[in-house]
């Protein structure tokens, strides 16, 4: 009896594995993000429709979601939207990425230099004090209204946020790296190269993240000031002959780009962290 008994206290209880809940729980935390994602859409568009169905607000002022739905599909079938779109994607494209290449270029010399970094700084932390807008009506003397001056508004808020962050990044290095490559007689361009430009991409993608959606304002921006196409020209124009369901179709197409660019930079920029955590561990 008493073996029976020590055996049966020794013989592991079998549980039965958890089921994961319901077949519906289960949909459900797969599918959180999107649910909710969803749910909070509609939370805002079906009272937005209820608000402008029973006249609680003038459609002239605030369209619904209805007929901005309907101004997409009309906008996208005349063809004459992608004239807007790619006028708008030009200036961002010419803007972001001649910014981003002497951005990280200067970024890595006022790092990397000391000396450079003295010159540098002071000047890259004045612009970035400054508003942008304020410096539209030098652009305007120099480049006039056409496509250079509003590459050049691009260019500010961009440049700005890609050298600093670069800078930040050069200057985080950790020093006792520096120190044991030094101590095995490696050259100041291997140091830079195998360590210092490591350890500053992920902060490289964090400036080009944010520079991104800068760039987005910048073209808003210049386009507003002057254009007879773009994006922000069609905001401009639909708002002043009150034609609220474009100004919508203007704004959703810009937030769209915005999302999406910095959802792909986001997870690029995510890759690049663990690499600093190597560099860095």
Known sequence: MTAMTDAAAETPIKRRPRSGGTGLG???????????????ILMVLVPWEL??????VK????SSPTAVAESFVTEFARGDIWRHIWASGRVWLVGYGLASVLGILLGLAAGWYRRAGLITVPWLNFVYAAPD????PIFILWFGLGFTFKVWVVFLGVIIYVSLNTIAGVQATENRYLAVARTYGASRLMVFRS?????SIPYIMTGLRIASGRAIVGVV???FISSNEGLGFLISISGTTLQTSRVFVGIILLAAFGVILNEILGRIE????????????
Do not use: C, K, N, T
Request: proline share 2%; no cysteine; glycine share 10%.
């Open 26 to 40: 289960r949909f459900y935390a797969e599918h959180q993000r999107l649910i909710l994602g969803v749910a909070g």
């Open 51 to 56: 608000v402008v169905r029973f006249g609680l």
């Open 59 to 62: 459609e002239i002022l605030i």
């Open 133 to 136: 807008l304020a410096f539209v």
């Open 195 to 199: 360590i210092v430009l490591p350890g």
């Open 221 to 223: 921006g210049a386009e």
């Open 270 to 281: 995510r890759r690049f962290e663990a690499w600093r955590r190597e560099v860095h561990a």
